[in-house]
């Protein structure tokens, strides 16, 4: 099946510092990305919807100037969490939709990226 | 706006007992439906999807769901669990048409004990 990554897959940092995940679409042009975030034994809230070369759009309650998310070409989608604080720790997951792979509305979910902050 | 309700959190199961996760969805729309598995600080991995066609849809790991419309259900079931089935499932929905979020379950945990 089609491949997401994510990178790094682990990253700790101190609180005030900003942090950038990366998610790139290996093996097929990814028109629209979501970023997921998951807090322990709880289920997957949608961030934000990002498309190639537009502005994504956040869902109600997630602070834009505090998770920038940036889709500047088809393969690469980033999330940064700008002034890192410790209540921004959790599990972050991409997915990926590509026309050109499966069904038009597949999505590909990358392996996730657990992120504390000290 | 589609929602998507687990029945159960957590579910213990002998190994080699069959095995059902429950799940309810809501919709104004019509919908495409999902089942994903999540490992241990792992990302998801899809398990079996309805799109259209026949209700009953057979998936990876001898999984299988079924789809009833009059319900709003698609559980998952599996005849004989196996200690590596242990994980996190969650039932998800898509919208077919409009932004085609996709919206998950609370998840349930499945523990398989020998």
């Known amino acids: 099946g089609a491949v997401v990554s994510q990178h790094p897959s682990r990253v700790i940092c101190k609180s005030g510092t900003s942090v950038k995940i990366e998610c790139r679409s290996l093996d097929f042009q990814a028109t629209t990305m979501f970023w997921y975030r998951q807090f322990p034994k709880q289920s997957l809230m949608l961030m934000a919807t990002s498309n190639e070369g537009s502005k994504a759009t956040y869902e109600q309650g997630v602070e834009k100037d505090k998770f920038l998310i940036n889709h500047a070409s088809l393969t690469l989608s980033t999330l940064t969490v700008t002034s890192a604080h410790p209540e921004d720790s959790s599990f972050y997951i991409c997915s990926a939709r590509g026309a050109q792979r499966g069904f038009a509305g597949e999505l590909f979910f990358g392996e996730g990226s657990r992120l504390t902050v000290l | 706006a589609q929602s998507v309700t687990q029945l159960d959190s957590q579910v213990p199961v002998f190994e080699e007992a069959p095995v059902e996760l429950r799940c309810n969805y809501s919709?104004?729309?019509?919908?495409?439906l999902f089942w994903y598995v999540q490992y241990p600080n792992q990302g998801l991995q899809l398990l079996l999807k309805?799109?259209?066609?026949?209700?009953l849809v057979k998936g990876i790991n001898g999984f299988e769901a079924e789809f009833n419309k009059s319900q709003t259900s698609f559980h998952l079931r599996k005849p004989s669990v196996h200690i590596s089935d242990t994980a996190e499932y969650f039932c998800a929905v898509q919208g077919i048409q409009g932004a085609q979020k996709l919206v998950f379950g609370q998840g349930t945990r499945l523990t398989i004990n020998p």
């Open positions: 919709s104004s729309v019509s919908v495409y």
């Open positions: 309805y799109l259209s066609g026949s209700t």
